[in-house]
């Protein structure tokens, strides 16, 4: 395990979840978190990991029997299970009390919740659209296993930076041209450079990590203070790029000291980044029935907020994402024999 990428997804988790604090306090008139702004660049380093993870994960794997198969197989079963499970909650809310599902408006499109598609309507679980983004990468790194490492990763570089400027000048009118040409795609090939690279940043001098961390987030707060380029990946995309360079470049202190509840809240970060929105929700209605809203309660019912979904985070992780995973590896086990499939049953853990 890399520890520093698990310890920055939790932290990835903790800055989306910040996010939408900030706005569900706003509407509960605790605004405390009106001048944070740059909690949205949780998923752009979600993708920078993402890049890294498969690079990192799938090297030895290239034009290897089964390799295009095998991989599939794990992202859908390390993304799907748990995704439909929230999806068929929100789904039960929504036709209860349609008005706490995407409460910002517009129509809700549930063809594409479930099966991820882009489309203009929302999702049932609203922050599904970053996951349509993953299966695009994977999409396309799937293909890049059929070469060898080097020149499989160039190419699945080069069509997302392809797909990426093109999108710079197309015009912004279809959801499909939107989709397949975002500028975010650039930040899973960045991921993959940083795969390459780490070696090379492993061998910077130590003091050279906290520099690059410090521009990374000095970058951050000069964002957050209205000094932007309204790139979003220069804005949100550099800055967590030298963030993680510097992160990955202290791996080797980092397991000598592994911190136990950073790790935990990076194997839960996944679950809690899809149902935080719900429970937000649950919260701050309780919080308001109770008279615990407004200027006066403002940081008790941020701090109220964001450790109840932390701890939902966690129990659907426990006690629903491992027992679906325990659940699909068993049987695989037991329904494929042949040792192709059994390498896929050895990767649902991963």
């Not at 994960?57 to 794990?74: A, D, G, V, Y």
């Not at 701090?303 to 701890?311: A, D, E, G, M, P």
Request: charged share 10%; proline share 3%.
């Amino acid at each position: 395990m890399v520890l520093s990428v698990q310890y920055l997804r939790g932290i990835a988790a903790g800055m989306v979840l910040l996010e939408h604090i900030g706005l569900k306090s706003a509407q509960y008139s605790t605004d405390v978190l009106s001048g944070w702004h740059i909690g949205g660049a949780g998923v752009d380093l979600f993708f920078l990991i993402s890049g890294f993870i498969m690079c990192y994960t799938m090297s030895e794997k290239h034009q290897q029997p089964n390799s295009t198969i095998t991989f599939l197989w794990r992202r859908v079963l390390r993304i799907i299970p748990l995704y439909w499970f929230v999806t068929c909650l929100a789904l039960i809310v929504y036709v209860l009390m349609p008005d706490k599902v995407n409460s910002s408006g517009g129509e809700t499109d549930l063809l594409a919740s479930f099966f991820l598609l882009p489309s203009s309507g929302s999702y049932l679980v609203a922050n599904g659209w970053t996951l349509s983004y993953e299966f695009l990468f994977y999409i396309l790194f799937t293909l890049g296993l059929l070469f060898s490492r080097g020149v499989g990763s160039l190419l699945v570089v080069l069509a997302l930076t392809v797909l990426s400027v093109f999108g710079f000048f197309q015009p912004q009118n279809s959801v499909w041209g939107m989709f397949l040409s975002n500028q975010l795609l650039l930040e899973f090939a960045a991921g993959i450079g940083l795969c390459y690279y780490m070696p090379l940043i492993k061998r910077l001098p130590m003091m050279t990590m906290p520099m690059l961390m410090g521009v990374g987030i000095g970058g951050l707060l000069a964002v957050n203070q209205g000094i932007q380029t309204d790139i979003r990946v220069i804005d949100f995309g550099v800055p967590m790029l030298l963030i993680m360079a510097g992160a990955l470049g202290v791996e080797r202190e980092l397991q000598k000291r592994p911190n136990q509840l950073l790790n935990l809240l990076g194997d839960s970060s996944y679950a809690m980044y899809l149902i935080h929105p719900f429970i937000l929700v649950a919260a701050a209605m309780v919080l308001s029935k109770l008279g615990l809203t407004g200027v006066m309660n403002g940081w008790f019912f941020v701090l109220v907020l964001f450790i109840s979904s932390t701890i939902g985070g966690w129990v659907l992780f426990r006690y629903v994402e491992t027992t679906i995973a325990k659940y699909i590896k068993k049987q695989l086990v037991k329904d494929f024999k042949d040792q192709g499939q059994q390498n896929v049953v050895r990767a649902v853990d991963s």
